[in-house]
Every structure is written in C-alpha cells, then in structure tokens.
C-alpha cells in the first residue's frame, strides 16, 4: 500500500519568508535549525507533516527569525499555528499509531521488519558521534543474539521521550545510559539493568553561597539538604536559587527526597530548551546566578570541566558523619553520592513480549555468551579507565549467578578497575 506524506508547506513557507530578515547569515531552514540550537528532528518532522510544532522549539526559531519584544511573540504564535499537523497526516498517523499499540514489535520482528532505535549522547555509552559508545556495542550484541534489524537509528534527547515513546511510540528501544527513574515507569518501560554498571547522582554548589556560610561558620553538605537545618542555616539558605534539569533523576530525587520546608524556601530555577550539553547546562547556571544544581555525576563532572567554572562552583560535599555511600573521587575532586541509579535500555510500555524477548537475549549474553560480553567490558576498561570506571558498582543482585559475577570480579580485579587509583579520573 503506497502512503502519500502530506507535506505542511504552509509552515516551511513560514519559515522561508522570515530567513531574508536573519542578519547572521543563515539562508535555509537546515542553518536556521543549527542557529537556533534545536534537534532537526524537531522541525524536519513539522515540515513532513508527521508531528506537530513543539512550543519551545517555536520560541527558539523565533528568537532567530525576529527582532524580539512583541514581534516574536506574534512569530511564536504564527509558528504553533501552522505547526499543526495536516489532518490527513494526523489521520494516518493515528491509524499506524493504533496498529503499533496493538502489534508487539516481536511481531513485526518475525516478519522480517526493521526497528526503531533511539539514541541519546552521553559519553562514554553513546559518544558525541551518535553511533559508538558502550550502550551500541552492547546494543549491537544483543540485536545479533536477537536477530533483528535495524531500520532507523536517531538521535534525540532525554526530554523527548515521554512525546516520542510514550505517546507517539516512534522508538521501539532506547539506547543510552538510561536511568530507570520512577516517573519515567509511568510512560516506558526498561530492560534489566547493564550488569555491574549504576550512575551515581550528584551536586554542585556556588562559591559564593559556600563563602556566604563560612563567614557564618557553617558548612554544608549533603545531609543538610536532607533533613531539618538548624534556625541559623534555614534562615542562610532562604532563598537558595536551586536549578534542577526538568523530567530528569536530579528532579525526581529532590523533590522526593530533600527536606520540604528546606526546599519550600528555594528558588527554584526552571530549566528552558532542548539542548542539555554541559556548556549550555553552565551557561544557564550562571546566567541565572544558580546556588545548587543536582544531577547525575558524569553531568556535574563535565560541567565542571567548562573552562572557567572551577572557582565558581565545587562539588557538593559530603557528611564526614554518614559512610552510606563514599565519595567518587574524580582527578583532585571528590563528589557526593546522592544516589545510585541503575542504567537500563529504555522500551515501549505495555509490550510485554518484547520486553521479554530483549531480557532473554540478555540472560544469553550472561550465560553462552560470557565470554563476548566481558571483552566489552575489558576494551572499555583499557580503552579509556578514567571515563569508564567511576560506573562500575562491586555488587550487583541482579547478576543472580555465582559463576557470572566470579567472571566480573576476576575482570575487574585483573584490570585493577576497582582499585583507589582506578577510580581516580584524571585532570
């Protein structure tokens, strides 16, 4: 059966007729995305008619395409208005929606078709290049195990994947260093954890709040954060300006797990766009004067490692009084565990079947296959120590055989990947 796309011209006729008014050179809607700093994705499928103009996405072109103040406001809703999509695409849309929701994607797999891989950059699973890192080789193991193939593979990001696997069911499986956070259970479901792999979260705090309780004679560190500050510290953190990244596990564990009349007297500093990249993360921070940002720590490292934010900003600090979890030491810093998050592929809710069929190529990989999955995880080991190690976790329940996690402790301890300097990542 042919389908014919119905193309929304009238919002790529849009964008055309405002390119001739941008004074930076930009004179196609490709260099209009670069400009504006949003996944192409976002707007080729606008233009193809299979999704509608996110509204951040519009306030970001606009920002571009007009001189500000109340013209962009009127270009934000011109956008959005012709960024709907065509009714006989939302038709089509809707009825390959409903065949997808009722058909498992083993089903399409045992016809011979092709699925949907979605990918998010995050070094060292998914690198900058969008197509190696960790997370794939794994991936690729397991798609070999499960013979299936591969149709698509794109980028996306993280505060997509409610919209375009929750809802949309784009993807049929996700491939980064996923966390497995309870608000994303509501809309996806997750593989079984990478065996021996967690991502500690963490903070940052400002300098300048760090002086401000000095002075005081205050420190602070984590388990202020966590329970009841004294009458002195609330009233020296009222006001705290806290910058959480929206939908992410740094979000989800403070406002579950911070004190609520400490948190209730922060600031909260909402997070804006798309691109979560550590200089634009910064940026924001700075821009906005933020006092605390929680998130995961390969995310607080790589913030840290903008040019110009150490001085600024330094790791949260944990309690000397409360060994639960030890400080990750990364190069001449040490930084604060808030938490331990597993990291997982993510799946379509609901479809059982494939979850299943994908756990069961897992269990494969941990028995037959051993052997392929431990030189994975010996090439990264030699490959790049300092980025890989800080993730490895000495125990895992979900490694149920004695045999497998003799194999892990034998790598690892022949690697010295669990060794104090091991662990240390370099300057």
């Excluded at 059966?1 to 006729?13: G, P, S, W």
Aim: glycine residues 8%; hydrophobic residues 40%.
């Amino acid at each position: 059966m042919l389908i014919v796309m119905a193309t929304n011209q009238a919002f790529k006729d849009l964008l055309n007729s405002h390119l001739p008014r941008v004074s930076r050179g930009v004179s196609t809607v490709a260099e209009l995305v670069r400009v504006a700093r949003v996944p192409a994705s976002a707007v080729s499928m606008v233009i193809s008619g299979q999704r509608a103009l996110r509204h951040d996405v519009a306030e970001q072109l606009a920002e571009v395409l007009s001189d500000g103040g109340a013209e962009r406001k009127r270009l934000v809703e011109r956008l959005l208005r012709q960024g709907q999509v065509p009714p006989a695409t939302a038709g089509m849309a809707r009825q390959r929606l409903r065949t997808r929701l009722r058909e498992s994607v083993v089903a399409r797999v045992q016809k011979g078709e092709g699925i949907n891989v979605g990918v998010v950059v995050c070094e060292p699973f998914i690198n900058a290049d969008g197509q190696s890192g960790f997370a794939a080789d794994l991936f690729r193991r397991l798609a070999s195990l499960m013979q299936v193939n591969i149709s698509r593979w794109e980028l996306l990001q993280l505060n997509e994947l409610e919209q375009r696997l929750g809802l949309a069911r784009e993807f049929d499986i996700i491939v980064t260093n996923l966390l497995p956070t309870f608000r994303r259970r509501g809309f996806m479901s997750f593989s079984r954890p990478f065996p021996h792999l967690g991502v500690p979260l963490s903070g940052l705090v400002s300098s300048a709040l760090l002086a401000k309780l000095v002075n005081s004679n205050i420190e602070l560190n984590v388990e202020h954060l966590l329970n009841e500050p004294g009458p002195e510290l609330g009233r020296l953190l009222r006001g705290t300006r806290i910058f959480l990244v929206k939908g992410e596990a740094g979000e989800e564990f403070t406002e579950a797990f911070f004190n609520t009349k400490l948190l209730a007297s922060f600031k909260r500093i909402p997070s804006l766009g798309d691109d979560l990249a550590p200089r634009q993360l910064m940026k924001r921070i700075i821009d906005e004067g933020v006092d605390i940002f929680v998130a995961d720590v390969s995310t607080c490292r790589a913030v840290m490692d903008v040019p110009g934010v150490r001085g600024l900003y330094q790791p949260l600090r944990d309690s000397p009084d409360v060994p639960f979890l030890q400080p990750l030491r990364m190069g001449k810093e040490e930084y604060s565990r808030l938490a331990l998050y597993r990291i997982a592929f993510g799946l379509p809710k609901g479809d059982h079947e494939w979850k299943q069929m994908v756990d069961e190529a897992f269990d494969c990989l941990m028995s037959e296959g051993i052997r392929s999955l431990l030189s994975l995880y010996r090439e990264y080991l030699e490959r790049d120590p300092f980025s890989f190690s800080p993730f490895l976790i000495p125990e895992d329940d979900t490694v149920t055989s004695h045999l497998v996690s003799g194999h892990f402790r034998g790598l690892f301890s022949g690697t010295g990947a669990w060794s104090p300097r091991a662990l240390e990542v370099r300057e």
